[in-house]
């Protein structure tokens, strides 16, 4: 694997990432970055990183075994129509992009072109993404065994199908953002009670941390909320209270939309 070459389409924060963790398990492999847009970016990761960086990706298409699409999913279908043409036999496409499918791949690169989608989430930065993926249906074992190369340098996953990737991306990846809303919601009534926005921010981090701890070694939230939770308590009457505001549902509500505007940023 050391002697693979990929090419990132792409150059934010999740491209990062998937480059940062891969050279650090496979600090020979070859990793060529790029971004038409943003010149200062390419060199700030070119100082960072044993990476090299292009500002066109279309020379590069021809040298590489992988091409990772980590641009936003508006500009897949025109760098799809760019690449189309480009790709030679067997290599490898994958895209990292909301609402792109291998559906969506295949049916506009060459017949018999592998693919793969791979929905990881901003934890990837330290190495714990819960990533999710699927296949195309022209990936072999060697192009499975490459994809698991990378997948496994951003944290766990799980491969699922890509009607249950469309799904569940918003569980995966985007619910992230509702747990730091969640924090920022417990900063902000911490302060409402006179203490600091240091101490709130400190009582409100650790508290989740440890929370997380808790889950990553015992695995069963119901259990650890019925052990927090004595029957008449002060616990159960705050959780009474999230449930008169109908704090189920209203997760199931922002998944449904989430998966929704997903759904529409991938037709476009």
């Known amino acids: 694997m050391n002697h693979v070459h990929i090419l990132f389409i792409g150059a934010g924060r999740m491209a990062e990432a998937i480059f940062a ?11 060529t ?14 100082k960072s990183y044993s ?14 075994d992988v091409i990772l ?4 999913p508006s500009e897949h279908p025109s760098v799809l129509e760019e ?3 480009l790709l030679h036999e067997g290599q490898f496409v994958m895209t990292v992009a909301a609402g792109i499918g291998p559906s969506t791949l295949e049916a506009a690169l060459p017949d018999g072109t592998p693919t793969a989608w791979l929905m990881p989430n901003t934890s990837a930065d330290v190495g714990k993404s819960m990533s999710i993926y699927c296949f195309g249906q022209h990936v072999n074992e060697q192009h499975k065994a490459l994809f698991t190369t990378i997948v496994s340098a951003i944290g766990p996953s799980e491969e699922l199908s890509e009607e249950q990737v469309h799904h569940l991306t918003a569980i995966t990846g985007s619910a992230p953002a509702f747990l730091y809303s969640f924090a920022e919601a417990l900063e902000q009534t911490a302060t409402s009670y006179g203490i600091s926005a240091e101490q709130a921010r400190k009582l409100v981090l650790e508290m989740i941390i440890g929370s997380a701890a ?5 695995r069963d939230p119901q259990k650890l909320r019925e052990q927090v939770t004595s029957p008449g308590g002060a616990t159960a009457a705050g959780l009474t209270s999230l449930e008169k505001d109908d704090f189920s549902n209203s997760i199931k509500r922002a998944i449904q939309a989430t998966n929704q505007r997903a759904k529409e940023l991938g037709s476009n």
């Not at 963790?21 to 990793?31: D, F």
């Not at 970055?33 to 070119?46: E, P, V, Y």
């Not at 808790?214 to 015992?218: Q, R």
């Open 21 to 31: 963790g891969l050279l650090q398990a496979n600090p020979e492999m070859k990793i």
């Open 51 to 64: 990476i090299h960086t292009t500002k066109n990706w279309r020379n590069t298409v021809k040298e590489v």
């Open 69 to 72: 699409l980590a641009c936003p």
């Open 214 to 218: 808790m889950l990553d070694k015992h």
């Open 83 to 85: 690449l189309s043409p």
């Open 33 to 46: 970055i790029s971004n038409q847009k943003d010149k200062s970016r390419l060199n700030k990761l070119q």
